[in-house]
């Protein structure tokens, strides 16, 4: 059964990669708007990247493209980005993990008045952008926290292990803050110990927390904040057999296969929704120059569990499915003015 998840949700992922990298077609004289992000083969960024694409589809009249490295290389994406500057003037939106490196290229962009949006991880002030779409990473932090709470006694003691698989990116900096802040509140007779660097490449993250999980055998739970955390986690428990708690981040076809499997708790930062609410923004003012709004676009995540697993699963079996799941919460956001928040807030 795990098998047949994992092997239907590729497929999905390997669709939504493939159709990404491609540009829409819409006419050779449509306004074109670009996508650049920081991976091409993760399951976040390929999500991210289709829902761009269905934002500029439902607009209508608008080609798109998404670019990216095939794996998170800052210098690589920002060429990528300063290739698409020279040829694509209707708009252009970056998720990247390195915003340091983007701030000086992203001004000079707004200086040509190429519109640009922000994705993900938030730009620094200096970049001149105004307008961001990502999640409260504290909240969602806090959210996993309380998944895995659900799955630890009442009056549980011992130890708990947080890692990142890039410290020092705000928005998992955060979420690990938010895991800690909840757990310490609703746990008091827990140590939470970290957060520990798992590493970002998917070989080297499993060996991380192969260590972690070897060093602290009398841990009662190991919490990351990304995606490559969650399957690695729940292979090793597997193999294991251990009875320690799990938990992660992102919609991976084996991160939902572990939840299914009831291994895993895990929360989804909604990638697709954030890009699909770029996208639409960004093909919007493309095809008839309505301003982009200034701000911070707020996006709720979702906590997937077995009360849902069904549902999610169903979501993400193809690239409509999931554009038809997610478009109440995308219409919600665009009509709600709380979910458009002023930059400042952040967190």
Sequence with gaps: MKFRIICAITVLLLAISQGGCAKSAAGSDAPHVAFVVANTQLSFSIQMGAGFTAGVARVGGV???VVGPDIVDGQGELKMFQDLRARVKDGISVF???PEIFTQPMAEAVGDDIPLIVVDNPPLAASNVKLYVGNDNYQLGKMLAGEAIAKLPANAKGKIILGTSAPGVKVLDRRAKGIRDELTAKLPGVTVVGP??????TSANLAAWQTL?????DAIAFLGTGDADGWNLAAIKRKAKATWVAGAFDLDPKSLAAVKAGELALVSPEHFVKGEVAGRLQAQHAKDGKDLPKGWYYIPGLAVNQANIDAVLTRQASTDATATAVAAT????FSDGSYLRQMSDVS
Excluded: G, P
């Design 96 to 98: 990247t993990l390195s």
């Design 330 to 333: 995308v219409d919600k956001i």
């Design 196 to 201: 520990f660097d798992t590493k970002q490449e």
């Design 63 to 65: 080609t798109s493209e």
């Design 213 to 217: 999980t070897t060093v602290n055998k």
